[in-house]
């Protein structure tokens, strides 16, 4: 691990028999990111615009205070136009279920999933509870409502 690095212990098991899958991992020594692969019955084909819920057969225990956001894979959006609907997606530490990876192509083709591909990449995050305080006035900012390019005017 690098300098700075902390280490989250996470359970993880496998369903329906996966055994010749690797687990989700870092596929260098720096990514932030666990690169994790599709585990599917037969291919599946997203046809351009479509959105398919691509299972992992991977289940996991997150610590409390900690999350998985589910990240895209650079590789897919540059040359397939393939991304995630919900980006990032979260993984909560009291969700038990099948991680599923909700893929949406964008290119001008259709693009078959295959068991073993990697399609997305796992971030472990630390989670902040907020305290929310409702109050009749907001202190004063320098940008105060400003909102979507308002600082390129």
Known sequence: MGEGSHLVRIKIKRLRGNEQLPLPSYMTEHAAGLDIHAFLDEDVLIAPGQRRLIPTGLVVAIPDGFEIQVRPRSGLAMRDGV???????????????????????HGEKPVTIRTGERIAQLVVSRVYKAELEEVDELPTSRRQEGGFGHTGL
């Open 83 to 105: 991304t995630l609907v919900n980006t990032p997606g979260t993984i909560d530490a009291d969700y038990r279920g099948e991680i599923g990876i909700l893929m949406i192509n």
